[in-house]
């Protein structure tokens, strides 16, 4: 899950100068989370499309890692059972996928149907070489010729029109991915989803098109309008809209506060980081996954005093609030969020070596979250970057959130400090 953390917190806390022993501490658990992290570091520019948009939204991540479709042949439709949990894979060729379900023919023109939220993913069959070349580009990580193939394949009038839209919002995911080493592609991205949005307004996507829309406003450095896009995406789906599944609805109303942060109106964020808590404690699932992704997400909702008190600048409360929520904390994200905190809170009161360890910690063990990890990097860099002993470590956590977490909130500030250094 995502917890985006706030630009403005990330650079407004003073610091005191860094001393020898905090710099070559921190060398180590650089070095340390640089082999303990490799592989998560390398997927951060795909699976990072929205921190909590990545969970809210997985059509992303599996989408990615699609097998690459074969001319011809049947869609294959993966649900998950509401009651076992289980994923089942459907053959059929799919003739609708809109915000009510997904309706598919199977063989001896049998029809079939499944509500859009319980759908996984679809493998699309029967898709123009166009479609294909994207696939096989994307798994290349060659993002520019991966959106170019799927936008060609969007644009062809002899496909099928849910495969036209399918492949519009694998466009838009490639050049989210892409927009990691090339920010310029964020603003592509929007233009894109808003798109989508016009000419498929009904699609099964609509919902997760709008999380990565909202992400990728975030990432291009519009922070209120992308708290706006979380929010409106949140209202429309509290009460239950056909699509709109109650985590993705939870875990909306999450990054519209983190966004909301970076505004000096805390009460927005709070009222977002309230509607997360209960959204997220209101779910109700037979899936283990889902109700894990909603108590984790409702634990760190709930540190929403500790987060406004963080952005007031008010140190010494945020230590201590973050310091209790994290005797409490019961998951993994909680524990991660709760001491990213603590961190920025120490750095904020001159307590770098203490911080150290905290933001180590989230650096390079925090599983739960890429933001959470470049926001840890982040600070590290604020803390050392004007200090003589650290002003080579500084450089090396700025360079691994250019290069590993380009798609987070962190890359911006961390691509201006590095220019200085």
């Known amino acids: 899950?995502?917890?985006?953390?706030?630009?403005?917190?990330?650079?407004?806390?003073?610091?005191?100068?860094?001393?020898?022993?905090?710099?070559?501490?921190?060398?180590?658990?650089?070095?340390?989370?640089?082999?303990?992290?490799?592989?998560?570091?390398?997927?951060?520019?795909?699976?990072?499309?929205?921190?909590?948009?990545?969970?809210?939204?997985?059509?992303?991540?599996?989408?990615?890692?699609?097998?690459?479709?074969?001319?011809?042949?049947?869609?294959?439709?993966?649900?998950?059972?509401?009651?076992?949990?289980?994923?089942?894979?459907?053959?059929?060729?799919v003739t609708a996928a809109d915000l009510k379900g997904i309706k598919f023919t199977e063989r001896g023109d049998k029809n079939q149907s499944a509500d859009a939220i319980e759908v996984v993913l679809i493998q699309w069959g029967d898709v123009p070489d166009d479609f294909t070349d994207g696939e096989t580009y994307a798994k290349r990580g060659e993002w520019e010729k991966a959106v170019s193939s799927f936008q060609a394949a969007a644009a062809d009038d002899d496909a099928r029109e849910v495969v036209r839209a399918a492949a519009r919002v694998r466009a838009i995911e490639s050049m989210i991915a892409w927009g990691a080493a090339d920010p310029a592609r964020f603003a592509d991205a929007i233009a894109e989803a808003t798109r989508f949005l016009s000419d498929h307004g009904e699609n099964w996507k609509v919902p997760a098109v709008r999380a990565i829309k909202a992400r990728a406003t975030w990432?291009?450095?519009?922070?209120?309008?992308?708290?706006?896009?979380?929010?409106?995406?949140?209202?429309?789906?509290?009460?239950?809209?056909?699509?709109?599944?109650?985590?993705?609805?939870?875990?909306?109303?999450?990054?519209?506060?983190?966004?909301?942060?970076v505004s000096p109106e805390t009460s927005t964020a709070r009222e977002l980081f309230d509607s997360a808590a209960s959204a997220f404690a209101a779910i109700d699932s037979n899936d283990p996954e889902v109700m894990a992704r909603a108590a984790a997400g409702a634990e760190v909702a709930r540190m929403a005093a500790a987060e406004s008190l963080l952005a007031k600048g008010d140190f010494a409360g945020a230590v201590r609030a973050f310091e209790s929520a994290l005797d409490e904390a019961k998951t993994s994200a909680g524990k991660g969020a709760a001491k990213l905190g603590l961190g920025r809170a120490l750095l904020g009161k001159g307590e770098n070596a203490e911080a150290e360890i905290q933001l180590g910690w989230v650096a390079g063990l925090d599983h739960t979250s890429a933001d959470r990890r470049a926001a840890a990097l982040l600070a590290l860099g604020e803390a050392l970057k004007d200090s003589a002993e650290g002003k080579g470590v500084a450089k090396s956590a700025l360079q691994r959130v250019k290069s590993e977490y380009g798609a987070t909130p962190s890359a911006a500030r961390a691509n201006e400090l590095l220019s200085g250094l």
Do not use: H
């Not at 951060?44 to 991540?61: C, E, H």
């Not at 985590?247 to 999450?254: G, I, K, Q, S």
């Open 1 to 93: 899950m995502s917890d985006s953390p706030s630009p403005r917190v990330q650079s407004s806390a003073p610091v005191a100068p860094a001393t020898t022993p905090l710099a070559s501490r921190w060398a180590a658990s650089l070095a340390a989370a640089t082999v303990l992290t490799p592989l998560l570091g390398a997927l951060t520019p795909i699976l990072a499309v929205t921190g909590a948009v990545a969970l809210a939204a997985p059509s992303l991540a599996s989408s990615l890692v699609t097998p690459v479709p074969q001319a011809g042949k049947a869609d294959r439709i993966f649900t998950k059972n509401k009651k076992t949990a289980k994923v089942e894979a459907n053959v059929g060729v």
């Open 219 to 261: 990432l291009s450095g519009d922070a209120a309008a992308a708290r706006d896009g979380y929010r409106s995406l949140f209202e429309t789906g509290k009460d239950g809209a056909d699509g709109y599944s109650p985590l993705m609805v939870a875990e909306a109303a999450m990054s519209g506060a983190r966004a909301a942060l």
